[in-house]
């Protein structure tokens, strides 16, 4: 046997490295009770408990208040543009006065 032959067959012996497999834990789900993972439930708000409740309630008012406090900033912005829209209202009649005074 030629040193080539032995290195081959060698070679060809040795076994393939494959890519580790991931480990039966990490690819099955993991065992809930319902409920526990945070999800809707069946039966819609009646099948919703006092914290259930509670915490929409709350979010409600949240947005509520948030709504209020927007609505509020719009108002006082469209107040302060009616006010420039009436100043510029007289700026233009006093310049029709004056342009008009002058023509005559």
């Known amino acids: 046997m030629t040193l ?4 081959t ?5 040795l076994p393939r490295v ?4 991931p480990s039966a834990s990490l690819i099955m789900n993991r ?8 999800g809707i439930r ?11 409740r ?3 309630a709350q979010e409600d008012f949240y947005i509520k ?3 209020k406090e927007r609505l509020s900033k719009l108002r006082e912005k469209l107040a302060a543009q009616r006010k420039h829209l009436d ?5 233009i009649k006093e310049l029709e006065k004056h342009a008009g005074g002058e023509h005559n």
């Open 54 to 56: 509670r915490e929409k």
């Open 4 to 7: 080539r032959t032995a290195l």
């Open 87 to 91: 100043d510029l209202e007289e700026d």
């Open 9 to 13: 067959r060698t070679v060809v012996r």
């Open 31 to 38: 065992p809930y009770s319902e409920g526990d993972t945070g």
């Open 42 to 52: 069946y039966g819609g708000e009646q099948a919703g408990d006092s914290f259930t």
């Open 18 to 21: 494959t890519a580790p497999r």
């Open 65 to 67: 208040q948030r709504e």
